[in-house]
């Protein structure tokens, strides 16, 4: 099975408050299952993950739309899981299936606030998405994680990089650092909207993705394309190319886990 780890719906009028939604233009109309359904197809995806902005009414109209839709296998839903009604928040959406995890933008906060919400995700054997920037303090990050082995935690976006410039220093030591977590996987997506709009060069990512492969090996990334913000930069099957190539000395193994297989096992698809 081939699974896209992080796509994004929407209706235009309920996502004006997303400032890329918001600042281009070509987002300005729904972003439905609809409109990407025969890019799947012809790119040989077979399902997909939809991701929550940081809205809690998108969680229930994401579990809603994958009661409709098959090709989406899981949400990633959102909620403020510093609220102190975060836990009977997610007991109360727990009655989504879909629903396999949720995301949390980790910007060096006490992390011992979230210990209530740690219990719940184990409870219901939820992923924990991590949303990160390299300028952070990772140490406090790094040691939380490593406090809670038995939980599955997926870093987002490769760790928000400038694909820009070369690999800087700080990031670089940051996914090394945080690979050497077993219990941490990563999502090879974002670069595309982080680049250069329309103006790269496939070589641009590969010292990105020589980094991540080295530090976390084809067992603990997954192949996502954050569409359709990809396609400020490019089209689907350039990134779904692009990856292909780039994988092409892995065995057919560790590509079938890279392309799929390690989402379906950790999201529990």
């Not at 690999?167 to 940051?174: G, K, L």
């Not at 909207?193 to 990105?208: E, G, I, S, V």
Request: glycine share 6%; proline share 6%.
């Amino acid at each position: 099975m081939t699974v896209d780890a992080e796509v994004h719906f929407w209706k235009y009028g309920k996502n004006a408050g997303s400032p890329i939604i918001r600042n281009n233009k070509m987002f300005h109309e729904d972003y439905l299952p609809e409109k990407i359904s025969l890019n799947l197809q012809r790119n040989e995806v077979d399902a997909c993950i939809a991701a929550a902005g940081p809205n809690e009414v998108e969680t229930r109209f994401l579990s809603e739309l994958a009661l409709t839709h098959p090709l989406i296998r899981g949400v990633i839903g959102w909620i403020d899981l510093l609220d102190k009604k975060a836990s009977e928040k997610i007991t109360g959406l727990s009655s989504y299936t879909a629903i396999k995890g949720y995301k949390l933008d980790a910007g060096g906060e006490n992390y011992s606030l979230l210990h209530p919400v740690m219990q719940q995700l184990a409870q219901h054997n939820y992923v924990l998405d991590l949303n990160i920037f390299p300028n952070i303090n990772s140490a406090p990050l790094n040691e939380w994680i490593s406090s809670f082995p038995d939980q599955s935690f997926v870093l987002e976006q490769c760790g928000n990089p400038d694909p820009k410039q070369a690999p800087s220093t700080e990031w670089t030591a940051q996914i090394r650092q945080l690979a050497k977590n077993k219990n941490l996987c990563c999502k090879v997506s974002g670069l595309f909207t982080l680049a250069k709009w329309q103006n790269w060069r496939p070589a641009d990512f590969y010292p990105f993705l020589d980094i991540l492969f080295e530090s976390f090996g084809p067992g603990r990334l997954l192949y996502a394309s954050d569409w359709p913000f990809i396609l400020l930069s490019g089209s689907y099957v350039q990134w779904k190319s692009l990856l292909g190539k780039f994988t092409e000395y892995l065995k057919a193994e560790e590509k079938e886990n890279f392309f799929g297989e390690n989402a379906r096992r950790i999201y529990h698809l």
